[in-house]
């Protein structure tokens, strides 16, 4: 069934059924799409796929045993995996998806894998929707902004802004919505490491407060005390999958013929700042 026969309640489903495919999925079915389905690698890992599949199930979503069955009936199908799986997810979507469903690849992937996963999937007819997602998804949920990009990227919009969706047409082309979030993302995730560093440093020597005076008088807007420690947090958190991010983004500039190393080592940084975090604390999904 194609997305265009149902405009109002499309069916959905989800390859990737971590915190934002959970998310996502409770937030279709509260915005009354016709059915959502999802499928993770992790269903077919003993316990802890058990678990997954007990929260599917009680969440009101189809626990699929193959993606294929998920996306069976779907118009909808939402890739929410990490970067490194990007291509592989659209390599076997190309042996499932039918003429008329819609692809969306909310990965943060670099613009290249985008365009080979969009070629993959482009070939069965289906349209593919490259998706780059602005913000943190818990907490905006559905809701949160995302650019769009692709020949059907404005059919995708006025379907799915109607369900709960955020999303902006900013391109009938490949490649361009994922420049813009990893072009973006240096200096996002660049100014979290370095002002991590900043922080340590000046708390070592005691001079805190002399070190973020002198920054707040360079930009009063900004509390430099208060955005160290939610940076911190934050890398904390999530520096795993911003770490990830960042050698999307490391990839994007070694295409263009530029230096990537400055990325790299943002990269490894975050991904210090995640193996930091507290041994209780769990890592995004």
Known sequence: M???????????????YGEVGKIFARDFLAHGARGVAAYDILFEDGTAGAAMIAHARDAGVKAAATPAEATRGADVVVSAVTASAVLDVAREAAGYLVPGQMF????SASPATKRQAASLVTATGASYIECAV??????????????????????????LNGCGMNMRAVATDYGRASAMKLSRSIIIKGLEALLI?????ARAW???NEVF????????SIDF??????????????????AAEMREAAEMLADLGLDNSLARAVADAQQRGAAARPAHQPQEA
């Open 134 to 159: 602005m913000a943190p998804v818990p907490g905006p949920g559905l809701g949160v902004p995302i650019l769009a990009g692709g020949p059907d990227a404005a059919r995708a919009c006025a379907l």
């Open 197 to 201: 560093d900043c922080a340590s440093a």
């Open 213 to 220: 005076a002198s920054l707040t008088q360079s930009f009063p």
């Open 2 to 16: 194609s997305a265009a026969s149902s405009p109002i309640a499309p069916a959905v489903a989800l390859i990737g």
């Open 206 to 208: 005691d001079v805190e």
């Open 104 to 107: 969306l690849d909310i990965n």
């Open 225 to 242: 005390a208060a955005l160290a420690e939610a940076m911190a947090a934050r890398v904390r958190e999530h520096g795993l999958r911003r």
